[in-house]
């Protein structure tokens, strides 16, 4: 059986996780599955890093066009991430025909369809099954197990950092500055945190999965995206009481209007199977017809996990070029489904005010959402200091326009001092 | 592309299930993935059952050779079920290089050997994505995405009449025998339980996983395997009070010994992601290097949920065939480990003792834990009746021969009336 040959481009934690497997597990895998895999060449920015993993000098090329314009190469296992220099990475391997694995959701959430496009009309081909999910099998699960399926929702807890940091605040009271220092003091977030905490990170996954199950491209850019840091210690404390768990939940729902494709802070019953997915653990959960619903949980993110996802992409692509197969699959977004709105939403809100402690505030305020069409179902008012007082509302089912427009007229109450967060209920 | 003809043997509910989806999304597959298929041929005991569905008569045979036989048929679903009829089916579906596609646990962890060495050595491929966990993904995953790993434990609840069963007992406070008659009256449980409630079911299942994961043929007949009738209420109330629940556990273990396979009932700590998997759910845990821990939960059984698996696998083997690439893996077991005994199992041991109240039953029973070897972590005594007392004991870490020659001599105890039960408990 053939020898396949790999260059790896961008060796940090994921990228040095996968050199150090398959030196370690290389034969292993020979034996298991058939073709020899090699390491033939490696790019990195710092070529330190390359050598202090053992790789030999005479496999590390400075110019990633080393890589791409090797004949003998079949897999470009593109690790460097974002979308600029990465993106020419996996543009010219594709136009090289190459077979391309890479962990790169920004990329292809971004320009997935010019992407996809290219391998298609090339004789490459992309896996991404690291791109969501970190370890969890994913995309292979929801491309082959699950494809007999009308999917009709997908729901995922896709981002680590939020997910340990909504964790510690529910169990510990903290408050999301504090816990914030924390998750970067312990590097699970970054110095500029904001793709994880305002959920640009679990927009990109989330425009994947919906890509993927609605056989429609959806662009991170159309995907609706609220982060977590309007949320604080006495939301945990009233989702608790009403049996709701907080998560940053990333959504895809197929509705009559079009995709409804969103990343928001929600309460979750805490029944759901969902709802006990804690700390860095991510998990996907995806209901479909006739499967009912299933979920995949694991960690998210990290060395081990990131760089299992990708060794599964490099053997499985391996296999098929060894045999002479294609490898993967062309894409399948034969659709273009149009979104839903998000003032289209219907849903329950937890809405939190911060008023004045003065005679008229609650009629006031009872008078908008009455106006705007929003039923209350629980209320529950609270001192806060010398004059003023927390409201928390639980609507019944109300239209995302509708409760917009009433925080709107809420802001220019007199009695109001801040809109504090709204969280949307997710029953489903 | 090419058009790739099924043929279909067994129409019961699952087979039923596979037709119904068929009819219904066939032209929504050819356009998401390519090749036509066609239902060109369907066999069942009960020609009935398959008219009902609206097979055409011409397509409807007799003879399951006429599948076999005809050479324009590529794939032969088998969802006969059992290991006689249906092993004549995939033997001679093989024989004449078909790909088969089946739901028949029971068959491969007995013959999976035989099986896959035919399939092997001619041009025909095993799918069997629906014997294990139903809808869930999991077979695929194990051969692909997490190829990468060295997979150490794997760990299931793969019978979801016993998880039934036991949910309800642990919720509802009810004994063993209700609950199955209840179960039974509602369709979860057969009117011959044994397969289920005795493990054997289960048993199958992790044979396969087993042999997957460690790359060495397990067969059904090695796995150590207890049901759940021994368990009574009070043993689901000891376990709350500890902080565990009992589930029927399916465990694959990788030990210097050997691969450690069993099925019992076992204490499980209620922060386990596996504690919440309740009702008629069924969830597999796999533990590896690098990815650390993943689970996979959904409906294990069902009609719908197995029509899902079963056609995941000819979607995945019809792009195949049109494509002219191999179908599937050949058989990776490709090692001979050896079994670790369950006599050489350490683990802690939840025991209950029905015993006489009369003087000096602590202390001869404490003597006989003594010689043995075994350390009493926790002991709790409680009237049973006028004369007699239920003694409930949690071992320290022991050795499973030490314990069952302990229970040995207590059995030979003038104050033993009865060995309640033996629960492991679980802490992986």
Redesign the interface.
């Known amino acids: 059986m053939r020898k396949v040959k790999i260059g790896l481009i961008g060796c940090g934690t994921v990228g040095g996780?996968v050199v150090k497997?398959l030196f370690k597990?290389g034969s292993?895998?020979q034996?298991?599955?058939g073709p020899e895999i090699e390491l033939a060449k490696v790019c990195s920015r710092t070529k330190s890093k390359i050598t202090a993993l053992g790789v030999p000098e005479d496999r590390i090329v400075d110019d990633y066009r080393q890589i791409i314009d090797d004949p003998e190469i079949d897999i470009v296992v593109e690790l460097v991430g974002g979308t600029g220099f990465a993106g020419d990475v996996v543009r010219d391997a594709l136009k090289a025909g190459k077979n391309v694995v890479t962990a790169n959701k920004a990329l292809l959430a971004e320009y997935g369809e010019e992407i996809f496009h290219l391998a298609d009309s090339g004789e490459g081909s992309v896996s991404f099954?690291a791109a969501v999910g970190g370890?969890?099998?994913i995309?292979?699960?929801l491309k082959?197990?699950?494809?007999?399926?009308?999917i009709n929702y997908v729901m995922g807890i896709l981002n680590g950092t939020t997910n340990y940091m909504l964790t510690r605040m529910a169990n510990e009271g903290l408050d999301y500055a504090s816990v914030l220092a924390d998750a970067q003091r312990l590097g699970y977030a970054e110095a500029d945190p904001t793709a994880d905490v305002e959920g640009h990170d679990a927009a990109a996954k989330i425009a994947l999965l919906s890509s993927m199950v609605f056989?429609s491209r959806v662009n991170v850019h159309d995907v609706y995206t609220n982060g977590i840091s309007t949320i604080s210690p006495v939301d945990f404390k009233r989702a608790d009481h009403m049996g709701y768990v907080i998560k940053l939940l990333a959504i895809g729902r197929r509705t009559a209007e079009g995709i409804d494709v969103r990343v928001h802070p929600a309460m979750l019953p805490k029944s759901h199977?969902m709802a006990?997915v804690n700390g860095v653990y991510n998990a996907v959960y995806v209901c479909?017809?006739?499967?009912?619903?299933?979920?995949?949980?694991?960690?998210g993110a990290?060395?081990?996990?990131t760089?299992?996802?990708?060794?599964?992409?490099?053997?499985?692509a391996a296999?098929?070029i060894a045999?002479?197969?294609?490898v993967g699959?062309a894409c399948?977004c034969?659709y273009k489904l149009p979104y839903m709105p998000i003032e289209d939403l219907e849903s329950r809100y937890y809405i939190r005010l911060e008023v004045k402690d003065q005679h008229g505030t609650l009629h006031a305020i009872s008078e908008v959402f009455d106006d705007c069409g929003i039923s209350i179902r629980t209320m529950n008012q609270s001192i806060l200091g010398e004059n003023s007082c927390e409201l928390t509302f639980v609507t019944h089912t109300a239209r995302e326009s509708n409760v917009q427009q009433a925080l709107n007229k809420i802001a220019q109450l007199d009695c109001l001092e801040s809109i504090g967060t709204l969280i949307r209920i997710e029953e489903n």
């Open positions: 996780g497997l597990e292993n895998y034996d298991r599955f099954e370890g969890i099998p995309v292979d699960p082959r197990s699950l494809v007999g399926n009308r056989n199977p006990s479909g017809e006739p499967i009912g619903d299933v979920m995949f949980f694991g960690q990290g060395e081990g996990a760089a299992s996802a990708v060794m599964g992409n490099i053997i499985d296999r098929c045999e002479g197969s294609p699959f399948t034969i």
